[in-house]
């Protein structure tokens, strides 16, 4: 049993916690800014090294902050947010698998290991990869706070779009073209925050709202809203601005090989009304990939 117990606990810090599925969702955006700020050097991929590891620490915060400071994920079962299958950081506190402290020390072991690359690139590359990197660990208690304030979206959106494109933009150059970061950023910014969000948030929603929990994703449910055509909708506008970044040549065209994702997309979120749980997690793991092609497909087309 003990054995067991360990092996539990050895996974929720190395994996549960730290969430490293969505790795590909801010990892991509990181190095698409490497790509916008003169090209892939080893010393962009420490930048993209930096903001998985910011990225790992917030995951792990969000747990202990969800718990100990929000209480969201406290409670029964029903009383508390429900645990998805892609993620399952929302109960192991609560299911007694690691304790508050045990998921705080987690979160301070990624940010300092967050730390050296950032320090090293500021060092030799420039100082504004540290201001991004502070704002990226920082916007886990931020995002904590803004599920009760209606920006909750905003800041989510804010941590996996422009801040990660800028983190692989500064650690590539000092003087990037930042501005068209933020601008190349917005696809990121909507597919995790207005989109995954909203996703995420389904299963959550009436015991959350009991909480007092304040933003759109929640709205969506509590107004009886189409969560198919919700999510649809944010879906067909990425689509397009990307194609709008491709016109202005931000993008290449090559980029587009990311629309791929397009039917598999709109037909997982169809089915989702037959069997949420199985095709939410389809959605994701397709949404998972868009990113990912957009970037090989900039890369390959910028070469």
């Known amino acids: 049993m003990n054995g067991r117990n360990n092996m539990k606990k050895i996974k929720a810090h190395l994996w549960t916690m730290p969430r490293w599925f969505a790795a590909p969702l801010f990892g991509a955006p990181a190095v698409l800014g490497a790509l916008l700020a003169g090209g892939l050097t080893w010393r962009s991929w420490l930048g993209v090294i930096g903001t998985l590891l910011i990225m790992a620490g917030g995951h792990s915060f969000n747990s202990f902050l969800d718990y100990s400071w929000t209480g969201l994920d406290k409670g029964a079962p029903g009383e508390r947010s429900a645990e998805k299958d892609y993620a399952g950081g929302q109960s192991i506190i609560a299911a007694g698998v690691v304790s508050p402290a045990e998921v705080a020390v987690n979160a301070l072991a990624w940010y300092a290991l967050a730390l050296i690359p950032l320090i090293y690139l500021a060092v030799n590359v420039g100082w504004g990869i540290i201001v991004v990197g502070l704002l990226g660990m920082l916007a886990t208690f931020a995002y904590a706070k803004s599920k009760f304030n209606w ?48 996703l995420d948030e389904w299963p959550d929603a009436e015991a959350n709202l009991k909480k007092g929990v304040r933003s759109i ?27 709008f970044l491709i016109a202005i040549g931000l993008l290449a065209p090559l980029s587009a090989i990311s629309f791929f994702t397009w039917p598999f997309l709109m037909s997982f979120v169809v089915m989702m009304k037959q069997d949420f749980r199985k095709w939410a997690g389809m959605v994701v793991l397709t949404g998972v990939t868009y990113p990912v092609l957009l970037v090989i497909g900039q890369f390959i087309g910028t070469r």
């Open 151 to 198: 920006t909750h979206e905003a800041v989510l959106g804010t941590a996996s779009g422009p801040l990660a494109v800028l983190g692989g933009m500064f650690a590539t150059t000092g003087s990037p073209p930042w501005v068209a970061g933020l601008v190349v950023s917005v696809p990121s910014f909507i597919l995790i925050s207005f989109v995954g969000l909203a």
């Open 217 to 243: 994703a929640y709205k969506v449910w509590q107004n009886g809203v189409s969560l198919e055509w919700y999510l649809s909708s944010w879906l067909l506008f990425i689509y397009l601005y990307q194609v």
